[in-house]
């Protein structure tokens, strides 16, 4: 077969990359949560009124807002994942036939 095949007959290779962006910003969400738990008692504090996300004035990591971020990351996640899956699924019938 020849070589690059794949990459010039799908898209397979940006889902796969697709995949491994999600992942990251998947650890990084989880990273942030982690972090502030262990830092300080109460880093789960809701944010003063006003502040913006992610500024220092929040005093803490704003937990519903990491959970939304969260739920938004795996629902793209599953849904390359769905796609990635597709696009083999044609590629072995193209070969097949």
Do not use: C, H, W
């Amino acid at each position: 077969m020849p070589f690059g095949f794949i990459n010039r007959v799908s898209n397979a290779t940006g889902l796969k990359e697709g995949l491994d962006v999600s992942t990251q910003r998947t650890r990084m969400i989880a990273d942030r949560v982690a972090q502030a738990s262990l830092q300080k008692p109460d880093a789960f504090a809701i944010p003063k009124a006003g502040a913006k996300p992610g500024s220092p004035e929040i005093g803490g990591v704003d937990l519903e807002a990491e959970m939304v971020s969260l739920a938004d990351e795996q629902l793209r996640y599953e849904t390359t994942a769905k796609l990635l899956e597709k696009t083999y699924a044609r590629l072995r019938t193209v070969i097949k036939e």
